[in-house]
């Protein structure tokens, strides 16, 4: 019975001496086997009242042996996996294999075309203003010369704060020249990219929420063949060097006279008579000069100053860029559509 036991110790001692681990998950499993709370060690030490008593001594001694080898053996272990002789858990691994490839992600289409705008006009010496998107009715509407019966402000269209008749979400960027206008002196010469909202029903040609750029330039003696060369050089340097514009008589409260612009698209396909509707031209933004009762509301002289706005939307150029003929595909965050314009800047 007792050599029994005695063979047994004998081999849980070989096997630890026989013992290798090659990561630190394999030396965890050698302790919990071997030094855990419940190891096979201490198992053998509950045999002892088996063993007859002239050799207690002896085995006594023989599983303190096999405990100092466990501790021995774990620490050694140990020390190769710390200092790297082995592996520390990826199992093979290889330091000389190639790196996976990074994923780089993906900028909006709606970024690149911004983008592409703000650098056109910051080498003519625009500054970017940014502003609230939370707006107050003075500067979306009232300063911008846009009166209180105007069916610009109707309910149906603009979204107004819970309980509030005042506080909108701004439904032009135009809200950015009454505060631009207000608190700084001419000359002033800006962009105002940023996000507008209007309560229209979403469908695949409009959206509640859409971007916008407005121009301002306001300086002594700007005239409407400033605006005219600005608005080529735009168009020039967006569409190709040999575009060409055209400007149309058009309405808006905050300029006088005002127009909207238009790039030559071409007729080259079906898709062409289809999106400028068989005319080859496509609209593109409004300008005008800015009418002196939005100067004097901001309290700028129109006898001593002038300057000419325009506004433009993102969404419209960019599905003209990309042909994107569903503007929800810009807000659904669908990665699948958004990969697409991985590396373009
Ligand atoms: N705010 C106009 C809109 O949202 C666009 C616009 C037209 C802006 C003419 C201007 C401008 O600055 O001069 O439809």
């Known amino acids: 019975m007792s050599s029994d036991i005695f063979a047994k110790v004998q081999s849980v001692l ?3 001496k026989e013992a290798s681990v090659t990561n630190s998950q394999e030396l965890e499993t050698f302790r919990i086997k071997y030094l855990g709370s419940k190891n096979e060690i201490k198992a053998l030490f509950g045999e002892i009242k088996n063993v007859a008593n002239e050799r207690k001594k002896e085995f006594g001694q023989l599983l303190n042996d096999v405990k100092k080898a ?3 053996k774990f620490e050694q272990f140990r020390g190769e996996i710390e200092s790297g002789d082995v592996s520390s858990g990826a199992g093979d691994l290889d330091l000389s294999a190639p790196s996976e490839p990074l994923e780089i992600g993906s ?26 998107e939370i707006e107050d009715d003075w500067h979306n509407f009232t300063a ?4 209180a019966d105007h069916p610009a402000r109707d309910m149906q269209d603009t979204f107004y704060l ?3 008749t005042s506080q909108l979400l701004r439904t032009h960027t135009s809200s950015v020249q009454a505060r631009i206008m207000t608190s700084q002196k001419p000359p002033i010469r800006i962009i105002a990219p940023g996000r507008v909202y209007r309560n229209e029903t979403i469908s695949s040609r409009s959206h509640c929420q859409f971007h916008q750029v407005e121009g301002l330039y306001i300086d002594k003696d700007v005239s409407f063949a400033d605006l005219k060369q600005t608005l080529l050089y735009f168009a020039r340097e ?14 808006f409260p905050f300029t006088e006279p ?5 790039v030559y698209w071409g007729l080259n396909n079906e898709d062409d008579y289809r999106i400028t509707k068989g005319t080859g031209w496509l609209e593109i933004l409004g300008c005008g000069m800015v009418d002196p009762k939005v100067l004097e509301n901001c309290g700028i002289d129109p006898e001593e100053y002038s300057g000419f706005a325009f506004g433009m939307g993102i969404e419209r150029q960019a599905m003209l860029q990309y042909k994107i003929t569903d503007i929800r595909q810009l807000f659904e965050n ?9 590396g373009v800047m």
């Open 334 to 342: 669908d990665t699948r559509f958004l990969k697409q314009f991985s």
């Open 258 to 262: 005002s127009a909207e612009m238009d």
């Open 238 to 251: 967006m569409y190709g060097v040999d575009t060409e514009i055209r400007l149309r008589p058009s309405f």
């Open 162 to 164: 819970k309980d509030s």
């Open 107 to 132: 900028r909006h289409p709606v970024s690149i075309i911004l983008n592409r705008i703000i650098r056109i006009f910051e080498r003519i010496g625009f500054a970017v203003a940014e502003e609230r």
């Open 144 to 147: 911008m010369n846009t009166p």
């Open 14 to 16: 070989d096997s630890i």
């Open 70 to 72: 466990a501790e021995d």
